[in-house]
């Protein structure tokens, strides 16, 4: 039995974790949950069902009713709550569904109390991959990437040579845009910009998807898992998202892993890591699907992910910019305060306008350098 601790536990991977914990009550435990605001009727579902030995909320508006759901659990609140959690004394495996920069703290506290981990949370990599890389050596902790791409990755390099690796691939759907010119783009709205054409996501990360900027985190966060250089690391428009990731060998082979798209598979093979568990969801079906389509990634149309390479060789702080600014200006447009193309417009500004770059900051200089941009951005 694994005890499984949930950080993020209201949201799209978090709710879709608790499914796949569901159907596996021999194999997964879970002792701890972090739970949002988004919905009462569903926290109390979650913490009568699971009764873990902790829970963290963000705030005390029902916890006197969750209380009495749950008698024998240990509440805790905020962001110490998260900390709590994740230094929660008994090994296991913690599954960080966090959106965004808050995020990397909790990452670091669970690595530093033994916890291995699995990451939905890209942006604890985009901000800190050379230090989680370290602290997950020192900690001999496994880190197994929950996002679908690195995911699939990470299974097509099971049992392979890093040194006889040509190049990885990581797939891109186009996001819910995608037969837009830039032009058009001057007038969508937040309402189309939240339909994602194939995956059911939370609120950023599908505008993430839209800007591309989501496949510019995810070159950052496949240099810091897998060790690679950014000038192996490609995208390529495939919007169907049945290819998920790829890995091609010096001889030309290339391994490429396939599923609909649905994040039930790469949570569960996050819990069940080496193994494949049976997951209750309909089969893959070739014939049916007939083709699959690609088309080389367009660096014009999507200048958030062209700027992401350039950000990810300069490293330091430069992603941390990056993804501080994204961050914040997503947040302004989901809250109707900016148009879509301001998004780009102010990511691109912030980086541009950055001039105190370190090489090799430290945890502080990390959240210093967030802290700061996400004030400044909009502003
Ligand atoms: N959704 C997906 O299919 C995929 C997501 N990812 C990545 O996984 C992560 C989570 O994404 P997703 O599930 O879509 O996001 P959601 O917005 O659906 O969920 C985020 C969760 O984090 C909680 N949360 C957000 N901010 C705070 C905070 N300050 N303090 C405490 N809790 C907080 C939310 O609480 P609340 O209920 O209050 O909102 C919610 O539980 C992101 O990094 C995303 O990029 C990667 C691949 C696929
Ligand atoms: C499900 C997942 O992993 C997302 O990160 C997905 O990749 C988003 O789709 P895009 O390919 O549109 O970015
Ligand atoms: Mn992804």
Known sequence: MKSIYLLGGSGSIGTQTLAVIEQYPNDFKLIGISLGNRNHASNEVIIKTFQPEIVVLKNDQHLTEYQK??????????????????????????????????GLYPTIKAIESGKNIALANKETLIMAGDLIHQLVKKHAVELIPIDSEHNAILQALLGENKQDIQSITITASGGSFRDLTREQLNNVTKGDALKHPN????????????????????????????????????TVLHKESIIHGMVTFRDESTKAILGYPDMR??????????????????????????SLTFKPMDYVRYPLLALAYRVGELGGLYPTVMNAANEKAVALFLNNEISFLDIERLVIEAVESFKENIQEPTLEDILNCNQKIYEKVGK
């Open 69 to 102: 759901l749950a008698p024998n659990t240990r509440f805790e609140l905020g962001d110490e709550g998260l900390i709590a959690l994740a230094t929660y004394p008994k090994p296991g495996l913690l599954v960080n569904a966090l959106m965004g920069s808050v």
């Open 199 to 234: 995956w059911q996501m939370g609120a950023k990360i599908t505008i993430d998807s839209a800007t591309m900027m989501n496949k510019g985190l995810e070159v950052i966060e496949a240099h810091h898992l897998f060790g690679i250089p950014y000038h192996q690391i490609k």
């Open 265 to 290: 598979m790469p949570i569960l093979y996050a819990l069940s890591y080496p193994r494949h568990l049976a997951l209750n969801i309909k089969p893959l079906d070739l014939e049916t699907i007939g």
